[in-house]
T-cell receptor, first 116, second 116 residues
Framework: DGGITQSPKYLFRKEGQNVTLSCEQNLNHDAMYWYRQDPGQGLRLIYYSQIVNDFQKGDIAEGYSVSREKKESFPLTVTSAQKNPTAFYLC???????????????FGPGTRLTVL | AQKITQTQPGMFVQEKEAVTLDCTYDTSDPSYGLFWYKQPSSGEMIFLIYQGSYDQQNATEGRYSLNFQKARKSANLVISASQLGDSAMYFCAMREGYNQGGKLIFGQGTELSVKP
C-alpha cells in the first residue's frame, strides 16, 4: 500500500531534550512538508523540501531542524531551542515539486508531542 | 490579514441533509489552488477536493462539491446527503501559484457534527 507513515504516534519529551520525528513515504513524491497544529488551530508550515539534499524554512522554523538525505524520508528534529514544542505534527508529501497549484498534498497520520 | 477565513467554528446537520461549509480567501496571485481537507478525531488530514483558479467549472468528488465564486473569493464546500462518518473538522486551504514551493495556507477549521 502506498502512503505516508509517521512514527511514533505519541512522543513524550523532557524539557531540554532533542527529539526526532520520523516521516517516510512510498508514493515516489518529490516534495515533502512538515506542519505543526496547535489545539483549535489550522496547520502552520515548519519546513519543506522539494528535492533530495535541499530544504527550505517555512513560517515557524525556529527551534526545528530537518534533513532530506533520501527521497522517501524527511525527519524532523525538535530541538531544545523550541520554546513551546507541545503540538500535533503532520508530515505531507506532494505530487510534482509542489510548486504548481494543482499539486495535492497528502498527509501522514501525525505525531503528538508532549513536553513534560 | 487572514488569507483563509472560515467563519463557522461549529456546524450541526441532520443525517442525510446537505450542508455548506464557508471559506473565503485573499490573494493577489492570479494562479492559485484551493483545497478542502477533513480531519477526523484520529488526526489524519484527508484530502477531499481541489479547485484551481482557472477552472471554469466547480469541482465535484462524489458527495463533495466546491461552490467556487471567484469574484467573491469564496470556495464553499457542499456535502450532500450527510452521514454520521462526516463528523469531523474541515479545513480550507490555499496554495498560491509558485509561492514557497507549494506551501498550503490553512484556515482555522469548522467542526461539523452530524446528528442521527
Amino acid at each position: 500500500d502506498g502512503g505516508i507513515t509517521q512514527s511514533p504516534k505519541y512522543l513524550f519529551r523532557k524539557e531540554g531534550q532533542n527529539v526526532t520525528l520520523s516521516c517516510e513515504q512510498n508514493l515516489n513524491h518529490d516534495a515533502m512538508y512538515w506542519y505543526r497544529q496547535d489545539p483549535g488551530q489550522g496547520l502552520r508550515l515548519i519546513y519543506y523540501s522539494q528535492i533530495v539534499n535541499d530544504f527550505q524554512k517555512g513560517d515557524i522554523a525556529e527551534g526545528y531542524s530537518v534533513s532530506r538525505e533520501k527521497k522517501e524520508s524527511f525527519p524532523l528534529t525538535v530541538t531544545s531551542a523550541q520554546k513551546n514544542p507541545t503540538a500535533f505534527y503532520l508530515c505531507a508529501s506532494s505530487t510534482g515539486t509542489g510548486a504548481r497549484s494543482t499539486d495535492t498534498q497528502y498527509f501522514g497520520p501525525g505525531t503528538r508531542l508532549t513536553v513534560l | 490579514a487572514q488569507k483563509i477565513t472560515q467563519t463557522q467554528p461549529g456546524m450541526f446537520v441532520q443525517e442525510k441533509e446537505a450542508v455548506t461549509l464557508d471559506c473565503t480567501y485573499d490573494t493577489s496571485d492570479p494562479s492559485y489552488g484551493l483545497f478542502w481537507y477533513k480531519q477526523p478525531s484520529s488526526g489524519e488530514m484527508i484530502f477531499l477536493i481541489y479547485q484551481g483558479s482557472y477552472d471554469q467549472q466547480n469541482a465535484t468528488e462524489g458527495r463533495y462539491s466546491l461552490n467556487f465564486q471567484k469574484a467573491r473569493k469564496s470556495a464553499n464546500l457542499v456535502i450532500s446527503a450527510s452521514q454520521l462518518g462526516d463528523s469531523a473538522m474541515y479545513f480550507c486551504a490555499m496554495r498560491e501559484g509558485y509561492n514557497q514551493g507549494g506551501k498550503l495556507i490553512f484556515g482555522q477549521g469548522t467542526e461539523l457534527s452530524v446528528k442521527p
